[in-house]
């Protein structure tokens, strides 16, 4: 049980494009999710907090117009990257906690993302 | 944003031997988490701490919150290849989903056969 799914698994786009990617709970209701980046042997940052039916909160220094962010359900969240440039190139982790145990959050496979 | 200073930043250790990781934080935490996370994938919960003083295992995993809330370690005994990996601490502040982690810098584990 406890499993979150993201897709895509991996994506490469040109400079200026927008990506989209989901991050799902699959077998468990997810009040709030999580959206964290990771570069290359760092250690995974926080961007935001999203809550279902809610504006996400963003951290500090994440440009919330251009990684926007939907919680359209309990079980789904998108995160967008908007007019996206090579320094955004990155793994975006997204996790999720159930309504049931809201101590624990299950990380999804991530999503690596390249701009071109 | 802030990181849990964790320790040490790599290990290179023989198949068999036991392997020793510790996170400390100027603040308190109320939860403590170990995570595994190997290449190109997310991480995986592998103990939770709950309570000031908890010592739990998983297989061969040992991890403690400490007394002073303010640290943590994680053990893991008789190292095999599939060790192999990085290992974050995290740590919550609150009891509830609205407080976020944050996380140590990570170990990464290398095991030789």
């Known amino acids: 049980g406890a499993v979150v799914s993201q897709h895509p698994s991996w994506v490469i786009c040109k400079s200026g494009t927008s990506v989209k990617i989901e991050c799902r709970s699959l077998d468990f209701q997810a009040t709030t999710m999580f959206w964290y980046r990771q570069f290359p042997k760092q250690s995974l940052m926080l961007m935001a907090t999203?809550?279902?039916?809610?504006?996400?909160?963003?951290e500090q220094g994440v440009e919330k117009d251009k990684f926007l962010i939907n919680h359209a359900s309990l079980t789904l969240s998108t995160l967008t990257v908007t007019s996206a440039h090579p320094e955004d190139s990155s793994f975006y982790i997204c996790?999720?906690?159930?309504?049931?145990?809201?101590?624990?959050?299950?990380f999804g496979p991530g999503t690596r993302l390249t701009v071109l | 944003g802030q990181q849990l200073n964790q320790s040490p930043q790599s290990m290179f250790i023989q198949e068999g031997e036991d392997v020793s990781m510790n996170c400390t934080s100027s603040?308190?935490?109320?939860?403590w988490l170990w995570y595994k996370q190997d290449p190109g994938e997310g991480p995986v919960l592998l103990i939770a701490?709950?309570?000031?003083?908890e010592l739990t295992s998983n297989g061969r995993l040992t991890a403690q919150f400490g007394i002073t809330r303010k640290d943590s370690f994680l053990n893991i005994s008789a190292s095999i290849p599939s060790d192999v990996g990085i290992y974050f601490c995290?740590?919550?502040?609150?009891?509830?989903?609205?407080?976020?982690?944050?996380f140590g810098g990570g170990t990464r584990l290398m095991v030789k056969p």
């Open positions: 701490l709950y309570k000031a003083g």
């Open positions: 996790s999720a906690s159930p309504y049931y145990s809201y101590n624990e959050q299950f």
């Open positions: 995290a740590g919550r502040r609150g009891n509830n989903a609205g407080n976020m982690l944050t």
């Open positions: 603040s308190i935490f109320n939860t």
């Open positions: 999203s809550n279902e039916g809610s504006k996400a909160t963003y």
